[in-house]
């Protein structure tokens, strides 16, 4: 008996050697992902520059805990950036956005396009976001231009392009900030790689959204938990989306939950204007449009529970069908804001829990096998390695303590401007009457935030 176990171990060890090269050169085909983009002369690391400072640790910045710092850094290549870059990025992108977000939510956003190649923005802000704190920080970032939100903002979406000219940028792309660029199909995960392949007779290009599909109801930093989106219907099949649709709607009115017509990046070019959020408006000529067919806007919306009552107090309406009707395009935000107008807490959270998250494990996994689902995690490392690395909490340190009396001045009767200006926006219901103030005014066939198509309109698409 031992003589016949003796025999087997020659074989039992050669056996084992060839299963470990096995595995080793199983392992060694995939490239290390932390030196992805080193190789690549043109990547958006090359161009950035070096001297990142390290974490700095102030206990008079309120804002630092929450987007946290420490001595870890996930990726090498994070280290030594100073996002001063400029006019030696090519093609130059800029965004611009109307917001009212806090800075813990405003600094992550700007920082993630940052890394992908957007150079420049132009932030229309009220609310939080124009606070004296707020300013302070995000005035200290460099290529990022703050413009207090007055009654005319016409006037002001148009400056914006006039803003981006002189600034000297090619491409301008309006975004929310809860939505986040995805440049799928670029091997550099750039915006600029993107838009720089783009023919030079195309004016807009359209990035189809992609909405978050949250799977718990404790979110608290969207950007950093939530991987998993509904793919657009310009990303799928016609077979797919309409065989899937009940199931992947879960009972709502509609296939996404708010808008699904994507957002737009337009040249830069003369009597350009602003055609809604969604798209832009050439008043001389007929804009050449095409769309991404990987590229896409991860839109993060009623991501967190909160959510639901920061719309309602945020809006002036009342639950009738008028005010309601007046106030909301989108079936989705007319239901989600009765429920929070009329219903206690607990009614609220089990609602969430009904028709946002996604609870339904092999629900989950039949759409994520049929494509209709997917997951992404690269916003989530980066961001995450943005926080780890000391990024936010450096730039919050390192603003002004102080500023002058005559910007305070300025300051504050800005933030006057945008207390009368919301008193205003309140009679007609802000959330969605606000849009059409924003956008309507630019001209009369905006294009407003729409749903995807329905079952009633397959036949439009056979």
Request: glycine letters at 6%; a negative charge.
């Amino acid at each position: 008996m031992s003589g016949h176990f003796t025999g087997l171990r020659p074989t039992i060890f050669f056996t084992f050697l060839l299963l470990s090269l096995a595995l080793i050169a199983f392992f060694l085909q995939f490239p290390d992902p932390t030196t992805r983009f080193t190789d690549t002369k043109d990547d958006p690391v090359t161009k950035m520059g070096s001297g990142l400072p390290g974490p700095v640790r102030s206990s008079s910045v309120d804002c630092a805990g929450l987007l946290g710092q420490s001595g870890k850094v996930s990726f090498p290549y994070f280290r030594n950036w100073k996002f001063d870059f400029g006019s030696d990025l090519s093609p130059k992108i800029s965004i611009t956005s109307t917001t009212s977000g806090g800075i813990e939510q405003i600094l992550p956003w700007i920082f993630y396009h940052k890394v992908i190649g957007i150079s420049n923005f132009f932030l229309f802000v009220e609310g939080n976001a124009a606070s004296v704190a707020t300013y302070k920080v995000l005035q200290s970032i460099k290529g990022v231009k703050i413009i207090h939100r007055t009654r005319d903002l016409e006037e002001q979406q148009a400056n914006s392009i006039i803003m981006a000219r002189e600034a000297e940028m090619d491409w301008i792309i309006h975004l929310d900030t809860d939505e986040l660029m995805y440049p799928a199909g670029s091997q550099e995960y750039s915006v600029r790689k993107l838009l720089s392949d783009v023919p030079g007779d195309v004016d807009t290009v359209v990035f189809p959204n992609y909405e978050s599909s949250v799977e718990r109801d404790d979110i608290k930093e969207p950007f950093s938990e939530v991987t998993m989106f509904k793919k657009n219907f310009d990303h799928l099949s016609k077979e797919t989306y309409f065989g899937y649709y009940n199931e992947a709607s879960q009972g709502n009115p509609n296939y996404f939950l708010t808008y699904g017509n994507g957002k737009s990046a337009a040249r830069v070019q003369d009597h350009l204007r602003p055609n809604g959020a969604h798209r832009w408006h050439n008043y001389l000529k007929n804009l050449n449009e095409i769309k991404f067919d990987e590229a896409a806007v991860l839109h993060y919306t009623y991501s967190k529970f909160l959510d639901l009552t920061s719309r309602r107090d945020r809006c002036g309406c009342k639950p009738t069908r008028e005010d309601i009707e007046r106030c909301f395009m989108l079936d989705f935000d007319r239901n989600a804001f009765v429920i929070a107008s009329t219903s206690t807490e607990e009614e609220m959270l089990d609602w969430y829990r009904d028709h946002v998250v996604w609870t339904d494990k092999e629900l989950k996994l039949k759409l994520l096998k049929r494509g209709i689902l997917t997951r992404t995690y690269t916003p989530t490392v980066i961001i995450q390695s943005l926080k780890e690395s000391g990024v936010f909490s450096s730039v919050i340190a390192s603003a002004q303590t102080n500023i002058s009396d005559s910007d305070k001045r300025n300051l504050l009767s800005s933030e006057n401007v945008n207390k009368s200006s919301n008193y205003n926006l309140r009679k007609i219901g802000e959330d969605q009457g606000r849009k059409v103030l924003e956008f309507s005014a630019v001209n009369s066939h905006a294009v407003p935030p729409q749903s995807l198509p329905g079952l009633n309109d397959i036949h439009l698409h056979i």
